[in-house]
């Protein structure tokens, strides 16, 4: 396979059943050189060269702990448009002390290196996206799920990518989500979306809900910045 987790031994990490799915949000190697990458070897060059190569390859150390608190503790402020939180962390005392998080959608930019705008959509035309997909050999039903199994190579390296490395989701395998579908269009078609806006909002719905844990890769990241 060529996604790969990394999280740590602690397994009392989860809020609520399997909230944090091991499928979703881990790393993809984007090295055509890797061991049966040769069909793929043209996508996964271009892909290193893309606005989420970062965010899809990145590979952080996962603390699960540091993550779980993160989420227990988020809260959005809106009129700062600003995402604050707290982590623990031991002093020079052995002594635990909680460490101040704050982040906005322009911190969720540099840290993940997606070199979007603020200016770019956050919606592609649906009519768009379809008459892509089926130039990318998907062989489904128009309106039906939209499945990374359903298209042809070198596609559906692209698609497993996006759907386990990008996803916030907390299960499945195979269905393509609107915002991911949204931005493999306008990756492959070289178009603007604003990827860090939409990561973010997807943050602020999880915090203003009934919190999950997602994007523990993301969060991690954003930690050690």
């Given amino acids: 396979m060529i996604l790969k987790g990394d ?3 602690d397994h009392q990490y989860l809020a609520r059943g399997s909230d944090w799915h ?3 949000n881990i790393y993809y190697i984007l090295d055509e050189n890797y061991m049966n990458m040769e ?8 892909l290193k060269d893309s606005k989420v190569a970062k965010a899809l390859s990145d590979k952080p150390k996962v603390y699960t702990s540091h993550v779980r608190m993160f989420w227990k503790s ?7 448009k600003m995402i604050f939180s707290a982590v623990p962390k031991k002093d020079d005392n052995d002594k635990d002390t909680d460490i101040k998080v704050k982040f906005n959608v322009g911190d969720v930019r540099r840290v993940l290196h997606l070199r979007d705008s603020d200016d770019g959509p956050i919606i592609v035309p649906e009519k768009l996206c379809k008459g892509l997909w089926f130039r990318m050999g998907f062989i489904g039903h128009v309106n039906d799920k939209y499945l990374k199994s359903t298209f042809c190579r070198p596609y ?3 698609v497993h990518g996006g759907v386990h490395a990008l ?6 395998y195979d269905e393509t989500s609107d915002y991911i579908m949204n931005i493999i ?4 078609l070289i178009r603007p979306y604003n990827i860090s806006q939409v990561l973010f909002d997807h943050m602020i719905d999880n915090i203003k809900g009934e919190k999950y844990i997602i994007y523990p890769r993301f969060i991690q990241m954003l930690l050690n910045d």
């Fill in 22 to 24: 091991p499928a979703h």
């Fill in 7 to 9: 999280v740590s031994s």
């Fill in 156 to 158: 559906k390296f692209l």
């Fill in 74 to 80: 988020a809260r959005y402020d809106e009129k700062e």
């Fill in 167 to 172: 996803s916030h989701s907390k299960g499945g």
């Fill in 185 to 188: 269009t306008c990756l492959v």
């Fill in 39 to 46: 069909p793929f070897k043209d996508m996964a060059t271009y």
